[in-house]
């Protein structure tokens, strides 16, 4: 049996938590937050306001890491140092630089396994998709988009003002909102060549972070991307995703993945699972990979989500911003992270 614990007790936790609770070789032991309100919030287990108490004295297998973005690398460390395996949730880090140190912590830890929450990686949409296109049977791909238009109320950052600032936050939309989108772009479509991107801030709300992005990708294989993802738009529409082989056009929207018959109409060929209540959008593919990640755990397997396989989301992300401030196109292999200030944007 697992002895699990949780850090961080916010929107995300609850998803984790229900994981959890359904898994016969997981036991929840502790939980820890900094907010003591949020005590009664998780019954029969310990709770602590300081995460370091907590691991000192807590006897754990794995973490699971729901915290603000600025305190993945620092707490994944860590746990990572106690001989503690790691579930983080997106992003991998602030931005490439932080996220290179994770892989080195990864690379000097072998014995403990860090895995990193992109579950739509395990969408039944996305498996599909995946399979199709691993057996070419509709030419080569030449083109991918990926469309995110959600809405944010100045109160999603008031509530919560890390979420607005870009030395707590990483970014704005991309790395919040979007991230599963540019992960899900590169995985598709394999390793970039370059970004040409530009960010802006659409809404008054007095934020550092962009609302606002979008980018042509260029992958070394040739396939040419579009990427555009907002939080000014007027509700959370379905995210797009289209992939354009030669002889054919896959796109995943609704929950639905389809192509297009002889006369243009629509094929349904694979639906998701649905998560049901508030927190719908977040897919219902968490539960897949946590318990994934606890037969890693158990049977000493590694085929789960990396370190490494989180990497390129967060370089897609630099390269859009230093492509936004330097107003060119910027090869992957040169993404900075220094002056990522979106102020002379």
């Given at each position: 049996m697992l002895k699990l614990a949780v850090i961080?007790?916010?929107?995300?936790?609850?998803?984790?938590?229900?994981?959890?609770?359904?898994?016969?070789t997981a036991e929840l032991v502790a939980v820890s937050d900094i907010d003591e309100t949020r005590r009664e919030s998780v019954q029969g287990v310990?709770?602590?306001?300081?995460?370091?108490?907590?691991?000192?004295?807590?006897?754990?297998?794995c973490v699971h890491i729901c915290l603000p973005h600025y305190l993945h690398y620092p707490v994944t460390k860590a746990c990572v140092e106690k001989g503690i395996h790691v579930l983080q949730e997106k992003p991998l880090a602030l931005h490439t630089e932080e996220g290179l140190e994770l892989l080195k912590l990864e690379e000097d830890n072998k014995q403990v396994k860090i895995a990193i929450c992109f579950q739509n990686r395990l969408n039944e949409t996305v498996e599909k998709?995946?399979?199709?296109?691993?057996?070419?049977?509709?030419?080569?791909?030449?083109?991918?988009?990926?469309i995110v238009t959600w809405a944010r109320t100045k109160s999603y950052y008031d509530?919560?003002?890390?979420?607005?600032?870009?030395?707590?936050?990483?970014?704005?939309?991309?790395?919040?909102?979007?991230?599963?989108?540019?992960?899900l772009m590169q995985l598709l479509g394999g390793e970039i060549a370059t970004i040409r991107g530009t960010v802006d801030q659409l809404l008054d709300y007095g934020i550092e972070t962009e609302d606002t992005a979008a980018a042509r990708i260029v992958f070394k294989n040739g396939i040419?991307?579009?990427?555009?993802?907002?939080?000014?738009?007027?509700?959370?529409?379905?995210?797009?995703?289209?992939?354009?082989?030669?002889?054919?056009?896959?796109?995943?929207?609704?929950?639905?993945?389809?192509?297009?018959?002889?006369n243009g109409g629509k094929i349904v060929i694979e639906e998701d699972t649905k998560?049901?209540?508030?927190?719908?959008y977040y897919g219902a593919s968490h539960?897949?990979?946590?318990?994934?990640?606890?037969?890693?755990?158990?049977?000493?397997?590694?085929?789960?989500?990396h370190v490494k396989d989180a990497l390129p989301s967060l370089q897609m992300i630099d390269a859009?911003?230093?492509?936004?401030?330097?107003?060119?196109?910027?090869?992957?292999?040169?993404v900075l992270v220094s002056n990522r200030s979106l102020g002379d944007m």
């Open positions: 961080g007790l916010g929107d995300i936790s609850s998803i984790h938590l229900s994981a959890i609770q359904a898994n016969p310990n709770f602590y306001t300081d995460y370091q108490e907590m691991l000192e004295k807590e006897t754990l297998d998709l995946r399979q199709i296109i691993a057996e070419n049977k509709y030419g080569k791909i030449v083109g991918i988009k990926g509530n919560k003002p890390w979420r607005g600032k870009l030395d707590l936050a990483g970014g704005g939309v991309m790395i919040n909102q979007a991230i599963h989108t540019l992960d040419n991307g579009f990427f555009f993802a907002t939080n000014a738009n007027g509700n959370n529409s379905s995210v797009e995703l289209q992939i354009v082989c030669e002889n054919q056009k896959l796109t995943i929207k609704d929950n639905r993945l389809t192509m297009l018959d002889d998560l049901y209540g508030s927190k719908f539960k897949k990979l946590i318990d994934g990640f606890y037969a890693c755990i158990l049977e000493n397997r590694r085929d789960f989500i859009i911003i230093q492509s936004s401030m330097l107003k060119r196109e910027i090869r992957i292999d040169e």
